[in-house]
């Protein structure tokens, strides 16, 4: 079960974080931005050579490119056996808020189902 | 190299579950080994098609987003109950339709990471070779996930003028996340409709290739969400037609 | 205050725009103030349906919700056919089908209380007889939201499995809303299907009225959402049906 607690860390440590990706971001990101994420994305995390490969693009635009995304939250940094690897963080979906008589109501709903 | 595939349409009513476990029927019948993962979280139901109701719901995908299980402790391997014979595998990740958990969802959200986590592992623990993506129709986070990370998409309309607008913009959508590989299937074709006309017209306004325009359906809907039509109905022409759908993500 | 009448669905791809669309019509056309709301902003398609009946239209809901213009600014009144006895009147309030807007509202959402005020306010200045709500499809906040102020609930609901599960939370939850009226009506019904058998069936497994059970046309699939189904068949037993449940509405 040890990559089950890893993931739970992982989202614990990412609810910790504020921001975080959304899918619809990427609908509105300038193309540079966009084709690096999608790359991590798609392979669920990828070095920065890996990266610079796929993209046919030096590693020092790939790296700034990186720092930039690294910034506005949307990709974390992790060291997997002592390499760095770049993954997407994700901001969790979110929240919304409900008239009180609303959320009693599904509250009821939940329970019936339980009992 | 294991493929993912997103099945999408933008309004309801289209087919697509229907579409998404008939292409993933032909894809085993080839000796693929098929995860097919229900994305609808809010309304769930491909499981029925292949035959899974809440009592053989070990685990489900809402199970794995809350950090319950693995995923591939939520797959069902379904190919025994198609009663076929089929040489590949057929592997349904379901979402959860108990009421309590669908509220759930609603009220509580979910880390979509996990969600795509969850889409890498499967294709390696189960060693798939197609991993069949059925999503909520229309444009959602979750949807816009699949599509962005998706080797192939395949988009249902009918020949219909809200579907027709509402697959305008999916393809602008699929467009600007660089789709690799995009497939339309005009489905619920009136039988007074010219086929070829309506192929060459959605070519014509999407600019994209149509893999399959299939007729409305007596059986189909008779069938009403039972089974697997190209099981029952190998020699029909919507089978045929399917079976093109297959071949294009084989190719 | 007018009727809040609330067309839901569970799943997408029931009718719900084409029936909530040519109810309100029929509703008008014997007489009633109707408001028509398309408050499916993630997804909007009423404005297809009365594609020729608008003109240039500026102000959408979109824009009220936003606060960029008064609520009396996104309604406009659509023209019924002439010759008709005593000819209601019927108003839209159309939604954005752009990209950019719909994503706005699948991340933001809008403001609910804005949006019943918005309400309010049309039925009033316009003293409308009922206010028909397209909703968003399932139980999203904002379907809860009309839920709970809606006087009269249309819920449609096909004949799939896949239906009956959702369409019975729907029910559940309204009646804790304390909603007063829920009707049912099932959609794209098999021609194959005894509907007298369907009809109690549905009825039994829902513990809810069936207002009607209406089969697949052909000439549905065919109009293709191009033009508003009533206006072209006003003789087709589908058109009977409508009527009949536009009966009931008004009864009610």
Not at chain 1, 55 to 69: A, H, I, N, R
Not at chain 1, 79 to 105: C, I, M, N, P
Not at chain 2, 16 to 34: F, I, P
Not at chain 2, 154 to 183: C, F, N, S, W
């Amino acid at each position: 079960m040890g990559g089950l607690f890893d993931r739970l860390q992982d989202e614990i440590d990412s609810r910790d974080e504020p921001g975080g990706l959304s899918p619809i971001d990427l609908l509105d990101m300038s193309p540079a931005l966009a084709a690096v994420i999608q790359q991590i994305i798609r392979k669920n995390g990828m070095r920065l050579d890996q990266i610079a490969a796929a993209l046919d693009q030096s590693p020092q635009e790939t790296q700034k490119v990186l720092d930039e995304l690294v910034k506005k939250g949307f990709v974390r940094r992790i060291e997997v056996k002592e390499e760095l690897w770049y993954k997407a963080h994700f901001g969790r979906k979110a929240d919304k808020t409900l008239h009180q008589s609303v959320w009693a109501a599904l509250d009821n709903v939940v329970e019936d189902e339980e009992q | 190299m294991p493929k993912i595939v997103s099945i999408h349409s933008f309004r309801g009513g289209t087919g697509k579950s229907n579409t998404t476990a008939n292409v993933s029927t032909l894809l085993a019948a080839e000796g693929q080994r098929v995860g097919v993962i229900d994305t609808d979280i809010q309304s769930p139901g491909i499981h029925v098609l292949f035959g899974l109701d809440e009592d053989d719901m070990v685990h489900s995908l809402n199970d794995y987003l809350w950090g319950k299980c693995d995923i591939e402790e939520t797959a069902h391997d379904v190919t025994a109950s198609l009663k076929a014979d089929i040489d590949g595998q057929i592997y349904l990740i379901p979402s959860s339709i108990k009421a309590g958990e669908i509220a759930r969802v609603l009220r509580e959200g979910y880390d979509v990471g996990l969600l795509n986590d969850g889409f890498h592992e499967l294709i390696e623990k189960l060693d798939l070779d197609m991993l069949m993506i059925d999503t909520h129709p229309g444009l959602n986070e979750e949807t816009l996930l699949s599509i962005a990370i998706s080797d192939a998409l395949i988009i249902i309309l009918r020949p219909d003028q809200q579907d027709y607008q509402g697959t305008g913009v999916t393809v602008e959508v699929a467009r600007k996340l660089i789709v690799p590989q995009m497939l339309l299937v005009v489905n619920k074709v009136p039988t007074t409709f010219d086929f070829d006309e309506v192929k060459a017209r959605v070519e014509q306004i999407y600019e994209c290739d149509v893999a399959a325009v299939l007729p409305h359906s007596d059986e189909m809907m008779a069938l009403a969400s039972a089974g697997v039509f190209v099981l029952h109905y190998p020699n029909h022409q919507v089978s045929s037609e399917l079976r093109q759908v297959a071949a294009k993500l084989l190719a | 205050m007018a009727r809040i009448v609330a067309v839901n669905s569970f799943r997408l791809g029931v009718g719900r725009s084409t029936i909530a669309t040519n109810l309100a019509v029929l509703l008008a056309l014997r007489g009633q103030r109707i408001g028509l709301i398309d408050a499916n902003l993630q997804a909007p398609g009423l404005h297809i349906l009365f594609g020729q009946h608008l003109d240039q239209a500026s102000y959408l809901l979109n824009d009220f919700l936003q606060n960029k213009c008064d609520i009396q600014q996104a309604v406009y009144r659509i023209a019924l056919a002439d010759g008709v006895a005593h000819q209601g009147l019927l108003w839209l309030v159309p939604a954005s089908p752009h990209l950019t807007e719909t994503t706005r509202m699948i991340r933001q959402g809008y403001d609910l209380d804005w949006f019943y005020r918005g309400l309010q306010e049309l039925a009033s200045t316009l003293r409308l007889d009922m206010v028909l709500i397209d909703t968003q499809n399932g139980l999203t906040e904002e379907t809860l939201f009309t839920l709970a102020i809606a006087d009269v609930l249309i819920l449609l609901s096909r004949t799939d499995q896949q239906d009956y599960r959702g369409t019975a939370i729907t029910v559940e939850l309204a009646r804790k809303l304390d909603l007063p009226r829920i009707l049912l009506i099932v959609n794209e019904a098999p021609g194959t299907a005894d509907f007298s058998i369907l009809k109690t069936q549905i009825a039994q497994t829902y513990h809810c009225d069936v207002g009607a059970v209406l089969p697949h046309f052909e000439e549905v699939m065919a109009l293709a959402s191009a033009e508003i189904f009533v206006l072209r068949y006003p003789h087709h037993p589908l058109t009977t049906q409508l009527e009949q449940i536009g009966d009931e509405l008004v009864r009610s």
